[in-house]
Nanobody, 127 residues
Framework: QVQLVESGGGLVQPGGSLSLSCVASGRALNNAPMAWFRQAPGQEREFVAAVRMTTNKYYADSVKGRFTISRDNAKNTVYLQMNDLKPEDTAVYYC?????????????????????WGQGTQVTVSS
């Protein structure tokens, strides 16, 4: 069983930055695909970013150039650096893991590709 715990959310002004972390326990995830999704009130959960291995990274068009996903396998942790935040980035952000890995890169934007989810961390962008 894998447990994922997100942290780093909070309130930030438009144009500001936040860094989210997701620590995994129960299994070494090594290079299993990991992703961030988000869900705003009244909306469906949407893909934000994914990483497979350490160099294969995939982003939603809405965050490309502003968000960066990375991982530290020694710490069993995946990160999401969010810059130039906008009010429309406000949502609960969820970490997800595809382990054992079964998905190819083109499938990583779909929530059904992931077996484990964290509880989420709230990100609010407002002045």
């Amino acid at each position: 069983q894998v447990q994922l715990v997100e942290s780093g959310g909070g309130l930030v002004q438009p144009g500001g930055s936040l860094s989210l972390s997701c620590v995994a326990s129960g299994r070494a995830l090594n290079n299993a695909p990991m992703a961030w999704f988000r869900q705003a009130p009244g909306q469906e959960r949407e893909f934000v970013a994914a990483v497979r291995m350490t160099t294969n990274k995939y982003y939603a068009d809405s965050v490309k150039g502003r968000f960066t996903i990375s991982r530290d396998n020694a710490k069993n942790t995946v990160y999401l650096q969010m810059n130039d935040l906008k009010p429309e980035d406000t949502a609960v952000y969820y970490c997800a893991a595809d382990t054992p890995p079964q998905s190819i890169l083109s499938q990583l934007r779909f929530s059904t590709s992931y077996d484990y989810w964290g509880q989420g961390t709230q990100v609010t962008v407002s002045s």
